[in-house]
Structure formats: structure tokens, C-alpha cells
């Protein structure tokens, strides 16, 4: 009888390709902003000493220019990430139920995620709306040089700090939207593998991180059938990170939801 610790080894072993798919995909995401800061500031450094009207006009639209190439940039890399964190999803599951003795990559060799679209749609309009958020701060600092109430070289430290700042909040979506790409292929998958092993479920699994929500940990191995929601705190989510839960139950969530069978002993 499949042991439930070879469906265990399984999953660790793919939730490691997915944690090095959120490492790249934030390592590109925060590169590609931080190259659009230096270049900012490289920019602004090389104007004149004394910014006339001209000059302010000059460097908002190359500051607007630079940003609105970094977020088509990183609203790519994102995408990518999403399809790579998927597609990861699908095998975690697939190797999970192999372990288990039931294959279904041999039943359903594919899987359409239509909704897979939708979050890389959003994602590229997070980041647009990232940029857009610095460029108008930019504004603010610009015209505040304008008026003579401040210096062009805390313009400069300002806006710098704007475009880290616009780094971190990246990293966050990044970690959360991916995972939420990887959650949406596993549930999509284990609907699929429903139809055909009768009795299959799902089990939410803490992600055991060392300041992980109460709410989670509470959770950890709670076991619902796979078209049921977990109970998480006073959310039902299908999956963790699912869009329809609250930001307190979903944002920056490294929890999965494995399958699970009731055949399936511990050792």
C-alpha cells in the first residue's frame, strides 16, 4: 500500500523548484527596478545645478520614460514566473498521486488554466500602476525643487528611496502572486483528479515559517474534500492565497494544499 511519507517526499521535492521560481522571478523584478533608479539618478545628477522650467520638463518625462520600460519589463518577468509557478503546481500535484499509485498525467495530459490569463493580466497592471504611483511622487518632489523648497540633491535622495520602496512592495506581490499562480494549477488539477479517484482530498499544509499567522498553523492538516473550502480563521478559501479570501489570510501565505487519500498510511 502506497506509504503517505513517499506522497510527502514528493511534494518537498517540487515546493523547492517553486521556491527557487519566486527567488528568480524576484531577483528580476528587483533588478529591473533598481537598474531604473540608478538610471534615474544618473540622470538627474547630470542636469544643471540650477533646474530651470526646461530642465524639471526634461527629467520628468526621461523619469516617466525609464519607469514605463521597468514596469512592461517586470510585468513580463512576472507573467513568466506565473506560467513557470503553474506549471509546477500541475507537477506537484501529479507526482504526489503517482506517489499515491494513481497517475494521472496518463488520464489528463493537459490542463487549461483560463484563469491563469487573468492573474498575469492583473500582475502587468500592478506593475503599471507601481510605476505610475513613483512617477507621480516624482512629480511631487520635482515641483517641490520648482518652488524653491527644496534642494535638486533631496529631490534626488527622495525619489531614490521612492523606487527601493516600490522594490519591497514588488517583492511582496511577487512571493503572493506566484504562489497564488502555483495554488490555482494544484486545485485545477485536483478537481481533474477527482473525477476519476473516488474519495480524494485535499490537506492544507503550514508553510512553518518562523512568524507564520496563527490562523495558519491552526489549519495545518486540516483535510476537506477537493471541491470543499478550508476553514481558515473566518475565511473559506479554496486554496491558499485564493483571490477570493481577505489580505490578512492571503498576502505574503506560504502555505500548499496537497492531495490526500485516506488509503494512503503513515509509515
Given at each position: 500500500m502506497p506509504k503517505r511519507d513517499d506522497v510527502r517526499r514528493a511534494r518537498e521535492a517540487h515546493n523547492k523548484k517553486h521556491r527557487r521560481t519566486v527567488e528568480k522571478a524576484n531577483g528580476e523584478v528587483r533588478a529591473i527596478l533598481?537598474?531604473?533608479?540608478?538610471?534615474?539618478?544618473r540622470k538627474m545628477q547630470a542636469a544643471p545645478s540650477e533646474w530651470q522650467a526646461h530642465h524639471l520638463s526634461q527629467i520628468r518625462d526621461e523619469v516617466e520614460r525609464i519607469l514605463d520600460g521597468a514596469g512592461r519589463t517586470g510585468g513580463a518577468s512576472i507573467a513568466a514566473g506565473m506560467s513557470e509557478a503553474s506549471r509546477i503546481g500541475v507537477a506537484i500535484t501529479d507526482q504526489q498521486l503517482l506517489a499515491g499509485?494513481?497517475?494521472?498525467?496518463?488520464?489528463?495530459?493537459?490542463?487549461?488554466?483560463a484563469q491563469l490569463e487573468g492573474l498575469q493580466s492583473t500582475m502587468t497592471k500592478y506593475m503599471h500602476g507601481l510605476t505610475s504611483n513613483i512617477i507621480q511622487l516624482v512629480d511631487e518632489e520635482i515641483q517641490k525643487v520648482a518652488?524653491?523648497?527644496?534642494?535638486?540633491?533631496d529631490a534626488i535622495t527622495a525619489i531614490d528611496g521612492m523606487v527601493d520602496g516600490g522594490r519591497r512592495r514588488?517583492?511582496?506581490?511577487?512571493r503572493t502572486e506566484l504562489g497564488r499562480a502555483n495554488s490555482v494549477a494544484t486545485q485545477a488539477r485536483q478537481e481533474q483528479a477527482a473525477a476519476e479517484l473516488p474519495g480524494l482530498q485535499k490537506e492544507w499544509i503550514s508553510s512553518g515559517k518562523r512568524?507564520?499567522?496563527?490562523?495558519h498553523d491552526v489549519a495545518d492538516g486540516q483535510v476537506v474534500s477537493v471541491d470543499q473550502p478550508f476553514h481558515i480563521g473566518a475565511d473559506l478559501l479554496m486554496f491558499p492565497r485564493d483571490p477570493a479570501g481577505s489580505?490578512?489570510?492571503t498576502i505574503n501565505c506560504g502555505?500548499?494544499?496537497?492531495?490526500?487519500?485516506?488509503t494512503w498510511e503513515a509509515e
Open positions: 533598481a537598474r531604473a533608479g540608478e538610471e534615474i539618478k499509485g494513481f497517475n494521472i498525467a496518463a488520464r489528463f495530459p493537459r490542463l487549461d488554466l518652488v524653491g523648497i527644496a534642494a535638486p540633491s514588488a517583492k511582496t506581490v511577487v512568524f507564520s499567522r496563527l490562523t489580505p490578512e489570510e502555505c500548499i494544499s496537497a492531495p490526500h487519500h485516506p
